[in-house]
């Protein structure tokens, strides 16, 4: 299994990025996805989460109303679309992906079995 992620970079504060992150080696549509951020000296945080299916998504509130996640099966990919970035979203973002039926606790790091090797962002002030 492997997940890539892509689209992060330098942006100035109030403005947007969209990260994708691409998945193979798994059945797509079988997995949910989860999308964290780590910051150096801290643990690994939630960030979003969202079902197999789409359907259901889960974000953590410092990210509601400005981060919307997304996926396309047909592709393999989910989709982080981040607006309104503050310099506190500055960080590694790491996409992870579980089967779903161990989807219990979407926003806990031990939930997920696969992760990407993260993609830096980070918002100038």
């Known amino acids: 299994v492997r997940l890539v992620e892509s689209g992060g970079g330098l942006v100035q504060a109030g403005g947007s990025l969209r990260l994708s992150c691409a998945a193979s080696?798994?059945?797509?549509?079988?997995?949910?996805m989860g999308w964290f951020r780590q910051t150096p000296g801290k643990i690994r945080e939630f960030v979003a989460a969202?079902?197999?299916?789409?359907?259901?998504?889960y974000y953590a509130d410092s990210v509601k109303g400005r981060f919307t996640l997304s996926r396309d099966n047909a592709k393999s990919a989910v989709y982080l679309q981040m607006n309104s970035l503050t310099p506190e979203d500055t960080a590694v973002y790491y996409c992870?992906?579980?089967?779903?039926?161990?989807?219990?606790?979407?926003?806990?790091?031990?939930?997920?079995?696969?992760w990407g090797q993260g993609t830096q962002v980070t918002v100038s002030s």
């Open positions: 992870a992906a579980v089967y779903h039926t161990a989807w219990t606790r979407p926003e806990e790091r031990d939930t997920y079995t696969y």
């Open positions: 080696g798994l059945i797509f549509s079988s997995y949910a």
């Open positions: 969202i079902k197999w299916s789409g359907i259901t998504t």
